[in-house]
C-alpha cells in the first residue's frame, strides 16, 4: 500500500495541486456566498484555495485518510475536516452549494455512488465537478516516470489505465448521476524543480502508485530507474519546470 501521508504527497504531487486548484475553482465559478465541500481533500491545497474565496466558515472538507485530514485542519484553520469517503458523505441532504473532488475520483471504490452522493449533498442547482490528471502523457512527471519504468520492468504497472484520466470521463459520470448542464475541459498548470533531486525524492518518498512501485524495486533496478527518468527529461543541471494537465468535468444538480 502506498503512502498517504502529507509531507511525502507534497513532495510529488503539492507543487501542482495549488495551481491546479485555482484553475479548478475559476472554472466552477466558485465565488461567495456559497458554502463548498472538498471531497477528498487530502493536506488541502483545494480546501486552501475555498477558502480564500469564501471564508473558513463557507468550506467543509472530508477524507478518509486521518494524515490528510490533519494536515488539512492544520492548513485551513476554522474548516471542518471530517473524516469519511466521497461514497458515503457525511452530510445532510442539500448542505452546499458546490460538490468538488480534486484528483480523487481515480481511488474511489464506488465512482457511481460518490457521484450519487455529490448530488445528494447539493442544493437544488449546485454544481459538482472532478478533475484528474491526464496519465497518457498530459501529466509530464509521472507519464516520464512510467515510460522510465518500463524500460526497467516491462510489466510495470503504469498509471494510464486508471478510471477519469482521459478527456470526457468525468462528465459522462457526471451525465449517468442525473447532473445537467454538464461541460468538461482540461486544465493546464506547471510544476517547479530545484533540480532532478528535487523531483527524484517525491518518488523514493513511496508516495501514490509510482512511489510504491520505486521503492519495491530492488537497488539496482531504482538505480536504473533514476538514470533513466534524468535521461528522459533532457539530464536537468539546474531549476526546471514540467506541464501538467487535468480532464475535468462539472455539472449542475
Keep these: 500500500m502506498f503512502q498517504t501521508g502529507a509531507a511525502p504527497y507534497e513532495r510529488l504531487i503539492g ?16 465565488a461567495r456566498p ?12 483545494l480546501t486552501t484555495e475555498l477558502v480564500q474565496r469564501l471564508g473558513a466558515d ?12 490533519a494536515a488539512c485542519r492544520e492548513r485551513n484553520p476554522g474548516v471542518e475536516v471530517t473524516i469519511g469517503t466521497a461514497e458515503a458523505l457525511p452530510y445532510t441532504d442539500g448542505s452546499f452549494d458546490a460538490a468538488l473532488a480534486q ?16 448530488r445528494r449533498v447539493l442544493k437544488p442547482g449546485g454544481i459538482a465537478g472532478g478533475c484528474v490528471w491526464d496519465f497518457t502523457g498530459g501529466m509530464r512527471v509521472l507519464r516520464a516516470f512510467w515510460d522510465a519504468a518500463l524500460t526497467v520492468a516491462p510489466k510495470a504497472p ?38 532532478f533531486e528535487d523531483l527524484w525524492s517525491g518518488f523514493t518518498a513511496g508516495v501514490g502508485p509510482s512511489g ?8 539496482d533496478d ?7 527518468l534524468y535521461r528522459s527529461l ?16 462539472l455539472g449542475r444538480a
Design 103 to 118: 484528483l480523487v475520483l481515480h481511488f474511489v471504490s464506488d465512482a457511481g455512488a460518490a457521484a450519487a452522493e455529490f
Design 58 to 69: 463557507r468550506v467543509a472538507a472530508v477524507d478518509p485518510s486521518e494524515p490528510f485530514a
Design 212 to 219: 510504491s512501485f520505486c521503492m519495491g524495486l530492488p537497488e
Design 234 to 249: 533532457g539530464s536537468p543541471k539546474g531549476p526546471f519546470t514540467l506541464p501538467a494537465r487535468a480532464w475535468y468535468g
Design 15 to 30: 507543487r501542482y495541486a495549488g495551481r491546479l486548484a485555482v484553475a479548478f475553482a475559476d472554472a466552477a465559478g466558485i
Design 222 to 228: 531504482r538505480g536504473r530507474l533514476r538514470a533513466e
Design 158 to 195: 503504469d498509471e494510464s489505465n486508471l478510471d477519469f484520466g482521459r478527456e470526457g470521463e468525468i462528465a459522462r459520470l457526471l451525465e449517468a448521476a442525473g447532473f445537467r448542464d454538464v461541460q468538461s475541459g482540461a486544465l493546464d498548470v506547471t510544476g517547479d524543480y530545484d533540480d
Design 34 to 45: 456559497q458554502r463548498a465541500l472538498d471531497v477528498g481533500c487530502g493536506p488541502g491545497a
